[in-house]
Antibody, heavy 116, light 111 residues
Framework: EVQLVQSGAEVKKPGESLRISCKGS????????ISWVRQMPGKGLEWMGR????????NYSPSFQGHVTISADKSISTAYLQWSSLKASDTAMYYC?????????WGQGTLVTVSS | NFMLTQPHSVSESPGKTVTISCTRS????????VQWYQQRPGSAPTTVIY?????PSGVPDRFSGSIDSSSNSASLTISGLKTEDEADYYC??????????FGGGTKLTVL
């Protein structure tokens, strides 16, 4: 069974750093891209970027380029989404999904709350 | 860049049929596959239609997808509506410059 399991909810202060994770199982992790999607409270889905776990090649949406970093460790079938300096506006649910241009399987989501 | 436009909300009664549209602003709707995701309140999105009209295993055949080149739009049709179908529905497509583009989402109310 294909599964993407994300790390738990986080509460952070503005300016802090954070890395959340997405662990794939039930398939060959290096055969499928992983994408990250943001959903702000009460809003729609926004694509942030994607990574090819086989070589860690990444693409970012212009809206998120420079503000987040996507990485992967294929040895443990895990992809990451990282911030070096969080803002209150980063408060959102973050989903990982399997796929380069489409998402067939999704993680359960990680809620990130940034508040002073 | 292209955009995908969906109605903000639709409502229909149980047992009826509803269609949600997704119009592409530029470029042909037929050039790249369209996916549809269902997101129930408090849950992660799940795929109900992929590659324009394909249903993942486990998705009831009450869900169907289509594209219409004349209107440059895709449609998700749900027949025999059930209260459990009440959710937000998002269309999504891509092109060579835009890996993932989502529509704004449609809130389906089954009343």
């Amino acid at each position: 069974e294909v599964q993407l399991v994300q790390s738990g909810a986080e509460v952070k202060k503005p300016g802090e750093s954070l890395r959340i994770s997405c662990k794939g199982s039930g398939y060959s992790f290096t055969s499928y891209w992983i994408s990250w999607v943001r959903q702000m409270p009460g809003k729609g889905l926004e694509w942030m970027g994607r990574i090819d776990p086989s070589d860690s090649y990444t693409n970012y949406s212009p809206s998120f380029q420079g503000h987040v970093t996507i990485s992967a460790d294929k040895s443990i079938s895990t992809a990451y989404l990282q911030w070096s300096s969080l803002k209150a506006s980063d408060t959102a649910m973050y989903y990982c999904a399997r796929g380069a241009g489409t998402g067939d399987y999704w993680g359960q989501g990680t809620l990130v709350t940034v508040s002073s | 860049n292209f955009m995908l436009t969906q109605p903000h909300s639709v409502s229909e009664s149980p047992g009826k049929t509803v269609t949600i549209s997704c119009t592409r602003s530029s470029g042909s709707i037929a050039s790249n596959y369209v996916q549809w995701y269902q997101q129930r309140p408090g849950s992660a999105p799940t795929t109900v239609i992929y590659e324009d009209n394909q249903r993942p295993s486990g998705v009831p055949d009450r869900f169907s997808g289509s594209i219409d080149s004349s209107s440059n739009s895709a449609s998700l049709t749900i027949s025999g509506l059930k209260t459990e179908d009440e959710a937000d529905y998002y269309c999504q497509s891509y092109d060579s410059s835009n890996p993932w583009v989502f529509g704004g989402g449609t809130k389906l109310t089954v009343l």
